[in-house]
């Protein structure tokens, strides 16, 4: 059976000047995440093909906690302060977990 | 400053018919894999919008041991195995890890 759990890529494509930037920015709201209840996982992970192509790996415990996440301060400042360093839109991609278990997340 | 650490997002399209079959042997492989000493993590994701695509999270501790990988009888078991399942070749992402710490993961 598959995992309750919701895992969301989100893969951001920034401007090669804003690298330094993007990686402060989306540190702090990575860090400030994790202190979410219904947040798992907060991964960040460049390319290393394309340092400017970035994935976060957000794993939430429902989809509520998803959404939730976006109505928090850190989530809108980092959301404010990262627009004007994208190359191009963000895509956002949303799985169900199969592998493993909810709890050994 | 970046982690030391390797993660890979493996991207899986599967035929229709041959979804519950490569979930099962995704499972077992991952399982496995999860016992190599160089592996951190094996998550298997299953994107919700399409369920015959699949993303395999794996990290590993250096890229030595993304090569030890390779060479175990699991994953050859399983390459072997999900080869006719695929409706299109797998595309495999090299990342460093930004966030969080490599102690962390």
Chains 1, 2 share one sequence.
Do not use: C
């Not at 702090?28 to 979410?36: C, D």
């Amino acid at each position: 059976m598959p995992g309750t759990l919701l895992a969301v890529h989100v893969h951001a494509h920034v401007k090669p000047d804003a690298i330094d930037a993007f990686i402060a920015a989306t540190r702090t709201n990575a860090a400030a995440s994790l202190n979410e209840a219904g947040v798992v996982r907060f991964d960040v992970l460049q390319e290393v093909e394309d340092p400017t192509r970035f994935v976060l790996v957000e794993v939430y415990r429902n989809p509520a906690a998803a959404a939730a996440h976006k109505q928090t301060s850190h989530y809108v400042t980092w959301r404010d302060a990262v627009t004007a360093m994208m190359a191009e839109p963000r895509d956002s991609v949303k799985h169900v977990t199969i592998f493993p278990e909810d709890d050994d997340y």
